[in-house]
């Protein structure tokens, strides 16, 4: 029997560094993309997917991602003294239900295996997902809700795919394929960061999964891989050498890379673009600047 999946894990406690000065003091995941941080977009792709508990493996300076996902009752209050009811329907249906939160601290940065090992105890012994906020995928169904509708399916371990330039997969966890029918893939294995004399194929993980919880047993051992790191890719590779089925999704819609500072930048571009309220001012704007040149 294929077991729901209701909790996400959403490691967030990177430094963000590349985005200095601008997260000093802001949390690169508060950084929005329009008018909504990059957070929200993914606690809101997990939501459409049928996650109900949501767990943020967080560090130091994230309390403005717990602020965020609570209620500010002066700008709420100051927005029904307004008037302004649509800005205080947005306020409030940002908030999860009361005790779909949770929060745990990596207190070292050992990587993302290390991260995920962190929330065992709110994930406990059931499937889970989860999302990576620098990724973000503009598309007509949410791409949390595609891998899901795979695992539905299939069951086992499942992961959103993208190709990859081959110069580039050095960056990703990258798999190796079995059987590949142009949509689902059955994955044999995956190398993390491979050195081009080693890559498998062009397929990338790109930031969505969802896991079985055996996944802890080898998180739990605390091997170092590429950097030095604790890599979740080690771990969900030895999953599928004991038997664990694991699926890779060619999931419908554009993907951002929103950890570099182009990424972020097209993101911007891509979603003020697809709004009816931005989209055709934006756009003739970018032609009237491409004009100039």
């Given at each position: 029997m294929i077991r729901s999946v209701k909790k996400?894990?959403?490691?967030?406690?990177?430094?963000?560094?590349?985005?200095?000065?601008?997260?000093?003091?802001?949390?690169?995941?508060?950084?929005?993309?329009?008018?909504?941080?990059?957070?929200?977009?993914?606690?809101?792709?997990?939501?459409?997917?049928?996650?109900?508990?949501?767990?943020?493996?967080?560090?130091?300076?994230?309390?403005?991602?717990?602020?965020?996902f609570d209620h500010s009752y002066e700008i709420e209050a100051l927005m029904a003294e307004r008037g302004n009811t649509v800005e205080l329907e947005i306020a409030r249906n940002l908030i999860p239900p009361t005790g779909a939160l949770s929060y745990t601290r990596q207190q070292e940065p050992l990587g993302l295996g290390h991260a995920i090992w962190c929330a065992?105890?709110?994930?406990?012994?059931?499937?889970?997902?989860?999302?990576?906020?620098?990724?973000?995928?503009?598309?007509?169904?949410?791409?949390?809700k595609q891998v899901m509708d795979v695992y539905k399916q299939r069951g086992g371990c499942v992961y959103a795919l993208a190709e990859t330039?081959?110069?580039?997969?050095?960056?990703?966890?990258?798999?190796?394929?079995?059987?590949?029918?142009?949509?689902?893939?059955?994955?044999?294995?995956?190398?993390?960061?491979?050195?081009?004399?080693?890559?498998?194929?062009?397929?990338?993980?790109?930031?969505?999964?969802?896991?079985?919880?055996?996944?802890?047993?080898?998180?739990?051992?605390?091997?170092?891989g590429?950097?030095?790191?604790?890599?979740?890719?080690?771990?969900?590779?030895?999953?599928?050498?004991?038997?664990v089925s694991a699926f890779g999704l060619r999931f419908e819609g554009q993907r951002f890379d929103c950890g570099s500072k182009l990424g972020f930048l097209q993101a911007n571009v891509a979603f003020a673009l697809a709004r009816d309220d931005l989209g055709r001012d934006l756009s003739d704007f970018l032609k009237n600047l491409c004009d100039l040149d």
């Open positions: 996400a894990v959403f490691p967030v406690a990177g430094l963000g560094t590349r985005f200095l000065p601008a997260t000093k003091a802001v949390p690169k995941e508060m950084l929005p993309i329009v008018d909504k941080p990059l957070i929200q977009y993914a606690v809101e792709e997990a939501a459409d997917a049928g996650i109900e508990q949501f767990i943020f493996v967080t560090g130091r300076d994230k309390a403005a991602i717990e602020s965020h065992r105890h709110l994930v406990g012994n059931e499937p889970f997902a989860v999302l990576l906020v620098d990724e973000l995928v503009l598309s007509n169904t949410p791409c949390m330039p081959i110069e580039e997969t050095n960056r990703y966890g990258i798999v190796d394929v079995a059987v590949d029918d142009g949509h689902i893939i059955d994955i044999k294995g995956m190398i993390e960061k491979p050195a081009l004399n080693e890559v498998p194929s062009n397929l990338a993980i790109i930031g969505r999964y969802i896991l079985q919880p055996e996944v802890f047993s080898y998180l739990g051992l605390m091997e170092r590429v950097g030095g790191e604790v890599q979740l890719t080690d771990s969900l590779a030895k999953l599928i050498d004991d038997g």
